[in-house]
C-alpha cells in the first residue's frame, strides 16, 4: 500500500472549517438577549421555498412555517464562559502527556427547534496547515471532555501564566445551556456532553491531484474526517474503493463527500483549472453554510425521532397502570401522538433541492443516518400508542358504563325505597283510620242504645277487623324494615 500518511497532505487552512455539533434536548425556550442575539440565516436559492422559510432569513424573517429559531453568542460574552474573547485569538488544547494544539473559535451558534431538540455549534478555525494535524485535533475535540486530562486555555492565560480553572468544551457546553433546563443530552458522561458530530470541510493545496496515488489517499482522508477518528485507525480496503464505500460520494471531479453516524465531511482539492480553483478560494467557504443547514436539519430529523423514540418506550406499563383510570397517561399518549403528528408534518422531508447533486447529497445523509428506518420505528411505535389508547379508552367507557348502571340501579332502589316509605305510612295511616272509624260506629251505638254494645254483631266484626289491621299493619312495618336492612 502506499503512503497514505496524512502527514504528506498539505491543506488550506484558511478556507477549511470544523463545526463541533452537540444535540441535546431541552425544555426552555426563553431565551437571554443579553447573552445571544438572534440570526438570520443566508440559504442557497436551489433549494425547495419551504424548505428556505423553516429558518427565519432576510426574505422570510417570520411565519408560520419556521421550525427552528437560530441564536450566536454574543462576542462580548464570550470571555464570560471561557472562550476566545474574540476569534482572532488562539484556543489551547493541553494534556498531561505534554501535548498541544491550537485552534480558534470562529463562532458559537445555537439551533433551537420548536421539537424541544437542540444542537449548539462551535465554529474551529484550524491554525495548522498538515492533514495529520487536523485529523489529530477533530480527535481530541470531537471527544468533549479530552483525553488526558485535556484542558483548554485561552491565548492570554497561556502567555501571562494565569491560573485558569479546569475546562473543556463539555463544562463550556454546560454553562452556555444553563438557562435552557436541559433534560439530556444525546451522549453524556457525569451529565455533560460526551461527544460531538462533525462536520468538515477541507481544501487541499495544489499539486494533489499529480500524485499517482491522490485517489486512494483521498478516501483515506475523508474516512478519517467524516469519522473523527486519529491517525491510527486503518480503514478496511473496502473503504478505500470508491466503488465499494457507500459513505462516500463523489459529485464532482475534485469534491467528495463523506457521511457517517459520526459526521459529514467535504473534501475538495485545486486542480490546475484557474477558473475552478477560484470558486474554491473565494465562495467555496460560503457556499459551505446551506450544506452544514442542511446537515442540521437532517440531524434534527434523526435525533428528533430518536427523542420521540425515547419518549414512547419510556412511558409506564403494568396491568394496574393500564386499567387505571386515573392515571395521567390518559392525558399523556394522546399528548405524545400529537406531537409525533406534528414533526412528521412538519420536520419531516424526503425532498429539500431543485439542484441534483444536492439532492443526491441529501439522499445520501438521510439514508446513512438512518432516518427512514428511524420514521418507520415511531409508526410502530404510534400504533402501539393507539392501540393502548383505544383499550384504555375502551376501559374507561366500560368503567363509565358500570358506574352509569351503579348510578341507575341506586337512583331505583332510593325510588322504591321511598314508594315503601309512603306505604308504610299510608297503611299506617288507614288503619289508624280505619279502627277510629270503627271505634267511633262502636260509639255511636253505644250513645243511640240503651243496649250494651256487645249485643251489636256489627261490633265483633269492627273488632276483628281491627285487630287484622293492626297484624297487617304490623306485618307490613316489618317486611319494610326487613327489606331496607
Known amino acids: 500500500m502506499a503512503d497514505l500518511s496524512p502527514a504528506q497532505t498539505p491543506i488550506l487552512s484558511s478556507k477549511s472549517k470544523t463545526s463541533l455539533v452537540i444535540p441535546f434536548v431541552f425544555s426552555q425556550k426563553s431565551v437571554d438577549t443579553s447573552i445571544w442575539e438572534n440570526v438570520q440565516l443566508q440559504w442557497s436559492s436551489s433549494l425547495l421555498d419551504h424548505i428556505n422559510q423553516l429558518f427565519a432569513t432576510e426574505e422570510h424573517p417570520a411565519g408560520n412555517g419556521i421550525i427552528c429559531d437560530v441564536y450566536r453568542l454574543h462576542k462580548q460574552k464570550r470571555d464570560s464562559f471561557g472562550l476566545p474573547k474574540n476569534e482572532s ?40 496547515s498538515q492533514m495529520e494535524e487536523i485529523v489529530t485535533l477533530n480527535y481530541q475535540l470531537k471527544h468533549l471532555q479530552h483525553f488526558d486530562k485535556g484542558r483548554l486555555i485561552t491565548q492570554k492565560e497561556k502567555f501571562t501564566g494565569a491560573e485558569a480553572e479546569p475546562r473543556n468544551f463539555a463544562s463550556i457546553t454546560v454553562q452556555l445551556l444553563t438557562d435552557f433546563a436541559v433534560e439530556h443530552y ?35 482522508h475523508l ?6 477518528y486519529k491517525t491510527s485507525y486503518r480503514p478496511a480496503a473496502d473503504k478505500l474503493n470508491a466503488d465499494r464505500n457507500d459513505s462516500h460520494i463523489e459529485l464532482f471531479e475534485n469534491s467528495y463527500w463523506g457521511v457517517s453516524f459520526e459526521g459529514m465531511t467535504n473534501l475538495a482539492f485545486l486542480t490546475e483549472d484557474k477558473q475552478n480553483n477560484a470558486f474554491f478560494l473565494g465562495n467555496y467557504r460560503h457556499n459551505m453554510k446551506t ?97 393502548i389508547a383505544e383499550i384504555e379508552k375502551q376501559f374507561v367507557q366500560e368503567k363509565e358504563k358500570e358506574q352509569e348502571q351503579k348510578r341507575e340501579k341506586q337512583e331505583q332502589l332510593r325510588r322504591e325505597k321511598n314508594a315503601d316509605t309512603v306505604l308504610l305510612y299510608s297503611t299506617v295511616f288507614v288503619i289508624i283510620s280505619g279502627i277510629s272509624g270503627a271505634w267511633a260506629i262502636i260509639a255511636d251505638l253505644f250513645i243511640w242504645n240503651n243496649e250494651p254494645v256487645v249485643q251489636f254483631p256489627a261490633v265483633y266484626v269492627l273488632v276483628i277487623l281491627s285487630v287484622i289491621s293492626i297484624i297487617l299493619g304490623m306485618a307490613t312495618y316489618y317486611f319494610i324494615k326487613n327489606k331496607w336492612r
Not at 485569538?89 to 431538540?117: P, R
Request: with cysteine.
Open 186 to 220: 444525546f451522549s453524556s458522561l457525569q451529565h455533560e456532553p460526551k461527544v460531538a458530530t462533525v462536520f468538515n470541510f477541507v481544501l487541499i493545496d495544489k499539486g494533489f491531484k499529480q500524485e499517482a496515488d491522490h485517489h486512494q489517499k483521498l478516501h483515506y
Open 89 to 128: 485569538n488562539t484556543f489551547h488544547l493541553l494534556n498531561d502527556k505534554g501535548m498541544e494544539w491550537t485552534f480558534k473559535v470562529e463562532d458559537i451558534q445555537l439551533f433551537l427547534f420548536e421539537s424541544y431538540v437542540g444542537f449548539l455549534v462551535y465554529d474551529i478555525i484550524h491554525t495548522q
Open 223 to 228: 474516512f478519517q474526517l467524516t469519522h473523527s
Open 291 to 387: 450544506y452544514f443547514h442542511l446537515y442540521i436539519l437532517a440531524l434534527h430529523q434523526r435525533f428528533g425521532l430518536l427523542h420521540f423514540n425515547s419518549l414512547a418506550s419510556q412511558l409506564p406499563y403494568s396491568d394496574e397502570i393500564l386499567l387505571d383510570g386515573e392515571h395521567d397517561r390518559k392525558v399523556t399518549i394522546p399528548k405524545l401522538r400529537k406531537r409525533i403528528n406534528f414533526f412528521i408534518l412538519r420536520c419531516y422531508f424526503l425532498h429539500v433541492s431543485n439542484i441534483t447533486h444536492q439532492q443526491q447529497l441529501y439522499n445520501k445523509l438521510a439514508t446513512t443516518l438512518n432516518i427512514p428506518e428511524l420514521k418507520s420505528d415511531l409508526a410502530v411505535e404510534l400504533d402501539a400508542l393507539f392501540s
